[in-house]
């Protein structure tokens, strides 16, 4: 009789005991070569972004953001939690292998030993997907998988992912119709496409290449287009379970190609043809993020959805005439003779590790808990990301990684802050604002806060500084990474 009492004792007590909270989705947008200058909410006047725009309004801007100089290091830097600069900290792997196989330029066994010889990953090495299935995740990638620029199936299972859908091969990413994409190992293919390179465009611009670039012949289905469909899929499937989502889309990536020229910038007169197609991609971009937030929202799920939006690395320009613009990519360029002015006049762009090629766009919104329409200047990288899904997941940090998480920041908090940050294998960027970077064989150093734009060599004017920071230089440059079970 006691222990019947004791029976239903305890399952009164668990029926109305409070049900466990479920975790937040989180959503990860990671764009391609997007300058953040680019984005209305970072002060573009000629292309709107009003989706992303409206992240930022409802959420979190931060100002002193950092990716790297191309993408395949910032999306391992990403995915790993550790900064460019360790020795063997991951193998960046030729691109255009499976292209190769795909015109019988190679086997599907020579390819296998070919990715086997290039990606293994360490015993206990841990990477971003891995911490989100630890604690019951389910996890998805659509884009650009992995961080190139070749992958696999099972390198992408031993990252982490439970789904995906996109391209192994960065070389074929760079053409947005390609024959089939890969979902979970197999094929998918794409209706009406029929070139072997994804229909990659030529990178030359003017007058007489417009009507070459807009034959749609062969070109019917826009990879990017698919990642939105089945993307969504993943949402609606996963509805009833936390989920992480990483859409690592090709836009606004060149060669510049688009299905069609958009509406608001079709008669746009300050814009030439090539132009008005690349706005045209940035415009998709920004559609397809307010057609992610609209599904959340149908669902229910968008006060329990953290949202990220960010980009790889600083501004490419693809747009440019080459007949009668010489394009640059060094210090002495300041946006010069780009329109939409991507890099926000900061030195360099794309390749570089000046501000215009590491400085990236980042914007965080979560309704009720990130404080809608606020901005930070916290200094952060790539590498963080890590250490925040895995605050935001409630699972351990593995040791021995670079970032920092910067979750309570997002929640008005104060928290622990990089002294510097690492990036290239080459350059210092610190918290209070001085930035250590190479130049043709010799060191530089510039303060961002009086002079953004990195024209002022101050290392004779301030030894002291540049003495402190190129001790943290040799420190970093090639050094032993500290994150797997052997470590020394």
């Not at 989180?26 to 292309?47: F, P, S, T, W």
């Not at 390609?178 to 007058?207: Q, S």
């Not at 926000?344 to 000046?354: C, H, I, Q, S, V």
């Not at 008005?412 to 190479?438: A, C, M, Q």
Request: hydrophobic letters at 35%.
């Amino acid at each position: 009789m006691k222990r019947a009492i004791l029976i239903l004792f305890s399952i009164s007590t668990l029926a109305n005991a409070a049900p466990t909270k479920r975790p937040p989705n989180i959503v990860l947008i990671y764009a391609d070569d997007l300058g953040a200058g680019l984005l209305g909410c970072y002060g573009q006047q000629i292309i709107k972004t009003p989706n992303i725009d409206r992240l930022a309004d409802e959420g979190m801007r931060f100002t002193y953001a950092h990716g790297c100089t191309y993408c395949a290091p910032a999306r391992a830097s990403l995915l790993t939690g550790l900064h460019d600069g360790h020795r063997g900290a991951w193998n960046i792997s030729r691109a255009g292998q499976t292209l190769k196989m795909d015109r019988g330029e190679l086997t599907q066994q020579k390819l296998e030993t070919f990715l086997a010889q290039q990606i293994q990953a360490a015993d206990g090495e841990v990477f971003l997907a891995q911490l989100a299935q630890q604690a019951g995740y389910v996890t998805g990638q659509f884009g650009k998988l992995d961080w190139g620029f070749q992958t696999s199936h099972e390198r992408l299972v031993r990252h982490g992912w439970n789904h995906y859908v996109g391209y192994y091969d960065h070389q074929r990413a760079h053409g947005f119709y390609p024959t089939y994409l890969w979902k979970d190992g197999e094929k998918l293919m794409l209706p009406g496409n029929t070139h072997l390179d994804a229909g990659k465009t030529v990178e030359t611009y003017g007058p007489e290449r417009t009507k070459i670039r807009r034959d749609h012949t062969g070109k019917v289905t826009y990879s990017q287009e698919v990642f939105l469909k089945e993307l969504l899929a993943f949402i609606r499937e996963n509805k009833d379970r936390p989920f992480f989502l990483y859409h690592s889309t090709q836009l606004p990536h060149g060669p510049v190609d688009i299905p069609e020229v958009h509406p608001a910038v079709a008669n746009d007169e300050r814009l030439s043809d090539v132009e008005k197609e690349y706005a045209s991609m940035v415009i998709m971009l920004d559609d397809h993020v307010g057609i992610i937030m609209a599904e959340l929202k149908k669902l229910g799920l968008d006060k329990n959805t953290i949202v990220f939006f960010t980009a790889d690395n600083g501004h490419g320009i693809y747009y440019l005439d080459r007949s009668t613009k010489r394009e640059t990519r060094n210090r002495q360029y300041h946006g010069e003779e780009d329109i939409f002015k991507g890099s926000r006049d900061l030195a360099g762009k794309k390749w570089t590790p000046f501000q215009g090629g590491v400085s990236v766009p980042l914007i965080a919104r979560w309704p009720g808990r990130i404080a809608a329409g606020t901005t930070n200047d916290r200094l952060t990288a790539n590498y963080d990301f890590m250490p925040t899904l895995a605050a935001l997941a409630a699972v351990p940090m593995p040791d021995g990684k670079d970032g920092l998480s910067w979750l309570p920041t997002l929640y008005g908090k104060s928290s622990p802050e990089h002294d510097y940050i690492f990036v290239d294998n080459s350059t210092v960027i610190t918290r209070d604002g001085w930035k250590l970077v190479p130049e043709k064989k010799k060191l530089l150093l510039f303060n961002l806060n009086t002079d953004p734009g990195e024209r002022e060599d101050l290392a004779k004017r301030h030894p002291e500084k540049f003495t402190r920071l190129n001790a943290i230089l040799e420190r970093e440059r090639n050094s032993q990474r500290q994150d797997l079970p052997n470590a020394k």
